[in-house]
C-alpha cells in the first residue's frame, strides 16, 4: 500500500473518530437537559397533600369543576388516557406529562421525531395522561387549562398536532400564560381546521376540567416521582439513564419481531 493511501485511510479514522465523539457529546447533552429538568418537576410525595389542596381551590369560576366529560375516543383504565396511534401496535408508549412542565418539553424534543415515526409506522401506540403538577409547585391553573384545551383538540380529531404547539410554545415554568384561554384559543390556529367554534366553546367553558382533575388523582395515586413519567409496555423507563431515542426504537422493532 503506498504512503499516500495510507494516509488517506488514516485521516478518515480521524474524522469517523472526531465525528462518533461528537455524537456522544450530543447524546450526552440530551440526556442531561432532560434528567436535568426532571429535578424542577419532581414531585415530592411529603407533598402530595399540598397539591391536592392547590388544585381544589383553582377550579372553575362556580367553584366546581363541572361534570365528568371524558374527551371523544379516551381509553385505558377510567378512560384517562388519550390514545395515539394504532390499536394493533404491539408496542404501547404511556406518557404521564404536565403542558408547564419544561422536563416534559425536553423529552419532547428529544424523543419526539422517533415516536412519530414508530407511531406512524404501526409499530408504536402513545397514550399521554394529562397533569397538573405545576399548577400545585408554582400555583396558578396554566397546566389544567392547557389539558383541557388539548382533550378539546382530542374531540376534533386533532389531539397530536396541538399536544405539539403546545410544547412549541410553552412559556416559563413560572409564567402562567396557559391560564389564558385567548392564548390556548390563539394557538389553535397552528393547527389547520382546530380554530373552530365548538373548540373555542370547549376551551372558554373547560368542558374536561373535571376529567383532568381525575386524571391528576390518578397520577398522584400511582406514586410516580415526576413528569415526565414514561413507560414503555408497562415498565417504567424513566429512571433509565442509558436511554435513548435511538435505544426506545431498538426495544420496540425488537418487540415487533417478537
Not at 194 to 204: I, R, S
Not at 207 to 220: G, I, L, P, R
Request: proline share 3%.
Amino acid at each position: 500500500m503506498s504512503e499516500k493511501n495510507r494516509d488517506g485511510k488514516r485521516t478518515a479514522r480521524e474524522r469517523l473518530a472526531v465525528e462518533r465523539e461528537k455524537q456522544k457529546a450530543a447524546e450526552k447533552r440530551r440526556r442531561a437537559l432532560i434528567v436535568g429538568a426532571s429535578v424542577v418537576c419532581v414531585l415530592a410525595l411529603a407533598a402530595v397533600g399540598g397539591v391536592l389542596a392547590a388544585n381544589a381551590g383553582k377550579r372553575g369560576k362556580s367553584g366546581s369543576a363541572g361534570p365528568l366529560v371524558v374527551p371523544s375516543g379516551a381509553t385505558g383504565k377510567d378512560r384517562l388516557a388519550i390514545p395515539v396511534g394504532k390499536a394493533s401496535a404491539k408496542s404501547t408508549l404511556t406518557v404521564w406529562e404536565d403542558f408547564r412542565c419544561p422536563a416534559c418539553k425536553a423529552y419532547e424534543t428529544a424523543y419526539r421525531p422517533t415516536i412519530r415515526q414508530l407511531v406512524d409506522a404501526g409499530q408504536l401506540r402513545a397514550e399521554y395522561h394529562l397533569v397538573t403538577l405545576i399548577d400545585g409547585n408554582q400555583g396558578g391553573s396554566g397546566s389544567r387549562h392547557a389539558a383541557n384545551a388539548a382533550a378539546c383538540a382530542q374531540d376534533a380529531g386533532k389531539f397530536r398536532d396541538y399536544h405539539d404547539v403546545l410544547y412549541d410554545n410553552q412559556p416559563m415554568e413560572t409564567q402562567d400564560s396557559f391560564a389564558d384561554d385567548a392564548k390556548l384559543i390563539g394557538l389553535a390556529g397552528k393547527v389547520s381546521g382546530l380554530d373552530t367554534p365548538a373548540f373555542q366553546k370547549c376551551v372558554k367553558d373547560g368542558t374536561h376540567n373535571s376529567w383532568v382533575e381525575k386524571s391528576n388523582a390518578a397520577f398522584q395515586s400511582g406514586r410516580f416521582s415526576g413528569t415526565p413519567t414514561v413507560l414503555l409496555d408497562g415498565k417504567n423507563i424513566s429512571g433509565d439513564q442509558t436511554m435513548t431515542p435511538a435505544k426506545l426504537k431498538q426495544m420496540v422493532q425488537a418487540a415487533n419481531k417478537a
